[in-house]
């Protein structure tokens, strides 16, 4: 039987399978049926930051023609109202988790109004935080740089204030996702998850108004992650976490070949078979290692990736135009 245990972000997992924060993570319950499914590690869905201004917005228009004072209360009064009640969360999750790692997580714009919560976060017994940082270029005088520097930023700000591990959870759509990454664990993380599938955008043309798009991932989504993280293991530090379309065992041993020391996974949970998908996957995953003669996934970790295959071509361009033109 493989040995399927593993380290991340120091946490020791004992199998890569980590449930990405959803709507099944935002209870206790849901957490302790996760970790009972046979879950590595457990993220608690999304704290947004709009929640806590949400929250704090009456307070803030009272002061509004006090700017010092509105400041104070965005930065200090955010361990109150649904701030609160994650802290809450945490505490009955880490209860309901048992022995396995529970990782609360952020979805952040601005870094001001979460260095002080990472405090509370660790106070409150989560065993790392996950931070979802996704800053919207909503300018055309907004330079690409200028959005990596906020990122940075913000792991340099939250990491300062907790001792507990630190995950980012970034986007697809950087320019050099590498050189990213790298400043990313320089600033403090140490391990970072490629990639967060953001909200699809449609149009319903008969209504003129917008909707969702598909909301959950399918099993073919999962290669430009894929990709990704076959380049980036062995020239970045930190751990590396492929998230995004993986709903089978063969998709999660692929990222395991690519380097990854862990995978997300979210939209596979939501079939027909619940939970038991979870205890499914590890199984199958097991299975097939056996069959591939894998004694442990860290002696297998990386195998695929670019750092150990000679001809690096493939895991650039090479693919495309093989597709495009049959060359071989």
Not at 190 to 217: Q, T, W
Not at 279 to 308: C, N, P, Q, T
Request: charged content about 20%; hydrophobic content about 45%.
């Amino acid at each position: 039987m493989a040995d399927l245990s593993c380290k991340y972000l120091g946490l020791t997992l004992k199998n890569p399978i980590i449930v990405a924060a959803c709507g099944l993570t935002s209870t206790a319950e849901g957490v302790r049926r996760a970790a009972e499914a046979g879950a590595g590690a457990v993220v608690l869905k999304s704290l947004f930051e709009e929640q806590i201004r949400s929250d704090l917005s009456g307070i803030d228009e009272g002061a509004g023609n006090y700017p010092e004072a509105a400041q104070l209360l965005l930065d200090k009064m955010g361990v109150y109202g649904s701030a609160q009640e994650y802290m809450k969360l945490i505490q009955d999750a880490r209860a309901a988790a048992g022995t396995v790692p529970l990782i609360a997580s952020i979805n952040c714009i601005k870094p001001e109004l979460w260095v002080d919560f990472a405090q509370q976060v660790e106070a409150a017994g989560a065993d790392a935080l996950e931070l979802n940082i996704s800053f919207f270029p909503d300018s055309t005088k907004t330079a690409s740089s200028e959005l990596e520097d906020a990122a940075v930023n913000v792991v340099k700000k939250v990491s300062a204030k907790t001792k507990i591990p630190l995950a980012i959870k970034l986007g697809p759509y950087y320019t050099n996702p590498a050189n990213l990454v790298d400043r990313l664990v320089k600033a403090g993380a140490k391990g970072v998850i490629l990639f967060n599938r953001f909200y699809r955008l449609d149009f319903n043309l008969e209504k003129m108004a917008l909707k969702a798009g598909p909301v959950k991932s399918s099993g073919n989504e999962y290669h430009e992650s894929l990709r990704s993280i076959a380049n980036l293991y062995g020239t970045v530090g930190g751990d590396l976490v492929g998230a995004t379309g993986i709903h089978n065992a063969e998709t999660a041993i692929k990222f395991i070949a690519a380097g990854a020391t862990a995978v997300e996974v979210c939209s596979m949970l939501y079939g027909g078979e619940g939970w038991k998908a979870l205890s499914v996957l590890i199984e199958e995953m097991s299975r097939r290692l056996d069959a591939l003669k894998v004694g442990s996934i860290h002696d297998f970790r990386g195998k695929l990736s670019r750092r150990y295959t000679l001809d690096n071509n493939k895991y650039e361009r090479f693919q495309y135009i093989k597709a495009l033109t049959g060359i071989s």
